[in-house]
T-cell receptor, first 110, second 113 residues
């Protein structure tokens, strides 16, 4: 089974902090994604990557950046955390016909 | 603009009966559709998918129907079981489901024992 591992289940950060969310997959997948899930809004795409060193903006990239230095690792960076970035963050890698998601990181910005 | 819509935020169904979850989309470039199931504090898990060249796909208790002309798909669960209680997201892709997905807002399904 493909495993997508997100480094933290729960995080609490202060406004203005730089925050790193890490995601690692173990199946040599080319494609990786970061989504956030909010009540009533579903899952919204922040950034994605189809190859190492490659990154593309999703639907809501403002306030975020990403890094993909190695194929298996895709990091989401909140440059200066704000309270409206409090959310559940989900990383995924894609296989032939769909995604495998990590368990999510519940981030609270205070 | 919400390109994938799930108009029912919640649905309650008696155990053993059929659950029908609906999804509408607006982007005619969508070619591949998927359903995901999500329990609290877990990531979504893939349930079933359908390509636009088909109008039905079945996997055990789960069947997905696609009506391209109406831009509508539905997920049928028969019979419904308590373990089916979860949030269900439909998603659409312009490719083969391997690329970026556009998700709906989700429907919370509760199965009543």
């Amino acid at each position: 089974d493909v495993k997508v591992t997100q480094s933290s289940r729960y995080l609490v950060k202060r406004t203005g902090e730089k925050v790193f969310l890490e995601c690692v997959q173990d199946m040599d997948h080319e494609n990786m994604f970061w989504y956030r899930q909010d009540p009533g809004l579903g899952l919204r795409l922040i950034y994605f990557s189809y190859d190492v060193k490659m990154k593309e903006k999703g639907d809501i990239p403002e306030g975020y950046s990403v890094s993909r230095e190695k194929k298996e690792r895709f990091s989401l960076i909140l440059e200066s955390a704000s309270t409206n970035q409090t959310s559940m963050y989900l990383c995924a890698s894609s296989w032939d016909r769909g995604y495998t998601f990590g368990s999510g990181t519940r981030l609270t910005v205070v | 603009d919400q390109q994938v819509k799930q108009n029912s935020p919640s649905l309650s169904v008696q155990e053993g009966r059929i659950s029908i979850l609906n999804c509408d989309y607006t982007n005619s470039m969508f070619d591949y559709f998927l359903w995901y199931k999500k329990y609290p504090a877990e990531g979504p898990t893939f349930l079933i998918s359908i390509s636009s060249i088909k109008d039905k796909n079945e996997d055990g208790r789960f069947t997905v129907f696609l009506n391209k002309s109406a831009k509508h798909l539905s997920l049928h669960i028969v019979p419904s079981q308590p373990g089916d209680s979860a949030v269900y997201f439909c998603a659409a892709s312009e490719g083969d489901g391997n690329e970026k997905l556009t998700f709906g807002t989700g429907t919370r399904l509760t199965i009543i024992p």
